[in-house]
């Protein structure tokens, strides 16, 4: 699983133009991703203002689960024959370049 | 609509548990889980391996930094996640069947981008 950890506002601050370059770059690696039989799935998350956290005891709060300065704005699970390549398709996501992505092997599903 | 739920626990936490009381935290969710299936709300579910395994990638200038370990030092990390095609309120139901309960933790909702 690959987490695209992103400044919240980054994405709103940048122009339009700026903006559609970066959706392109994205379909694109999502077409390479998908034609060499990689992508398990990917999403955009809606802003983290939108968010919901459920704490201890079951209190919901509004707002993300941890305050750090970037959160999660985004997802891809890909299907990898190694660490490194999934670490080669973490380095192509638009979003390495002014945020992070965590890469994190899942559990095999068992049967 | 779709919600992403990312549940975080205390990982040293999580490990120190016996096995007894790992499984019947995952047996707690299961009729949930078999509910949301038989409803085809479930879309997805991962168990993700400890953060010792994480990694974490930037590019800066061209140049591809990797360094070893989750994005955050956190306490808490992520350790899972459900997929489910559901409205907001039950998306928030869901998060609290889940919540981890034998350890610290939560679950943030996430809605996601529907195109």
Do not use: F, N
Not at chain 1, 16 to 44: F, I, K, N, P, V
Request: charged share 30%; glycine share 10%.
């Amino acid at each position: 699983m690959l987490l695209i950890y992103t400044e919240a506002g980054s994405w709103q601050r940048k122009s339009e133009e700026e903006r559609q370059a970066l959706y392109a770059e994205y379909l694109a690696l999502d077409d390479d991703l998908r034609a060499a039989g990689r992508l398990a799935g990917t999403s955009e998350l809606r802003p983290v203002a939108e968010a919901v956290a459920v704490r201890a005891g079951g209190l919901v709060t509004d707002g993300p689960y941890a305050e750090t300065k970037e959160q999660l704005g985004g997802y891809y699970i890909v299907d990898c024959e190694s660490l490194d390549e999934a670490l080669e398709i973490a380095a192509r996501i638009p979003s390495a370049r002014d945020g992070a992505v965590e890469v994190r092997p899942l559990v095999e599903a068992r049967g | 609509m779709k919600h992403l739920l990312l549940i975080h626990a205390d990982e040293e936490a999580w490990e120190g548990l016996d096995e007894g009381e790992r499984l019947m935290a995952l047996g707690e969710v299961a009729p949930l889980l078999r509910d949301l299936r038989a409803r085809r709300q479930l879309l997805g579910l991962g168990q993700l391996q400890p953060t010792a395994t994480a990694t974490t990638v930037r590019v800066r200038e061209g140049r591809t930094l990797v360094t070893d370990g989750p994005y955050a030092e956190t306490k808490e990390q992520l350790g899972g996640y459900w997929l489910v095609s559901c409205q907001p309120e039950q998306a928030t139901e869901i998060a609290r069947a889940i919540a981890p309960r034998r350890v610290p933790g939560g679950v943030e909702v996430r809605a996601l981008v529907e195109r």
